[in-house]
């Protein structure tokens, strides 16, 4: 693609008039510029793109987009935001592939891994090929590959949509952070349906308030347009037992299909029976009474169905469908998962970091737990510092034996950061064990018959990151040759 037919998609607020390269690629990482690359220059946190600007001139590089007047000997295309440019450029570049894809996208505090595999099932169960963007990895038709954000940048996402269009993908579920709809991720997504799960406190570190966190995720519902479409209609899907969602009404021009279990809504569960192996419950929607009856459980996992069962009929799936594929689901990984090594308790790992989803996961078990719950739990370094009394105090009140121990403790010190949590729970019992591997060793040379340990916190993770280094750490294979060596 020429540089001028390029910037076109620019106009009419910026002009450029001089030298027409051919542009063979564009990249935000001078590592990847190859010769006719557009190279933008983008502002990090830690580094500043303009700084690699004459690397990747000399590594071959057409031209530069840039935010500031630079002395390169290629064109250098001066703009007031690189980042928005960048979303502008590569949707262009890669010929609007968001515009080819049914694409749904799910935001929320908690519940958004869940929610975007049981759309992605139901798509697929209906013949779609799909692909799905999100926290665990990325997956196109069969194919996974690993991710370093849970929504890429917007040059990732534009060519992941592209790669997922010559794929022959049609629909595209991903999962959509405060970060990226606060930072622009997104500009270019022309999403067809917004799901809301529910919004509770983190990543205050980041947004400072909770108004500010409500405000960045009410963009993915406000950036659905004001024109009407009709072939398909864009749907907003929200959680009306969330207070927040009628902030969001307010927001989008979209149509919206409400969810819920404590008031009235379009798609409302009643009669809700949960065992340790599953839950059913009554759907009453627009096509009547349904049974669901499927094998996630807890009241959380009402909502994610609920959530995708919303994403499903915006898709146009007949509703039995629909049920039918949720009840196929036997779970999602890190995600209220059981190890079993033929114990007499039961060990559960569940990516539970907020004191909300922490209170999710532990009065579900409590419904079903016969004896002991242990609570095994820490709080990520680097990270909002005022959940951390809140998770030990959440542990401390639902479970019988809270143990505090190391979550992911980045640069700060683990010690320092379970000081933090013992700040919430003075006078209370617990034990802290700083190394997580000790701490989940113990709660299972601990535990009898019928009791249970939730290994809160890390989910699906392979890893912990402590200092600057990366630790091979799975909470599950640490429980189950736990199990094993008792």
Known sequence: MKLHTLLHYLQPYMAYSGDNPDISSIENDSRYVQ???????????????????????????????????MNLPVPV???RNSRRAMALLADSFFEQPSKKLHLIGITGTNGKTTTSHLIEKILADHGSKTGLIGTMYTKIGDQKSEVKNTTPDSLTLHRLFKKMVDARVQSTVMEVSSHALDEGR???CDFDIAVFTNLSQDHLDYHKTMEEYRNAKGLLFAQLGSAYKYNPPKFAVLNIDDSVSRYYIKATAAHVLTYGIDQTADLKAENIQMTASGTSFELHSPFGKNEVSMRLIGKFSVYNALAAIGAGIASNIPIEQIIQSIEEVNGVSGRFETVDAGQEFTVIVDYAHTPDSLENVLTTIRQFANKRIFVIVGCGGDRDRTKRPLMANIACKYGTNAIFTSDNPRSENPIEILRDMEEGVKGQEYKVIVDRKDAINYAVSMATKDDVILIAGKGHETYQLIGNRVYDFDDRLVAKEAIEER
């Open 186 to 188: 997104i500009h270019g």
């Open 77 to 79: 295309i001066v703009v």
């Open 35 to 69: 010769k006719g690359s557009l190279f933008i220059c983008i502002k990090g946190y830690t580094v500043d793109g303009h700084d690699f600007a004459l690397s990747a001139v000399k590594k071959g590089a057409a031209a530069v987009i840039s935010e500031k007047e």
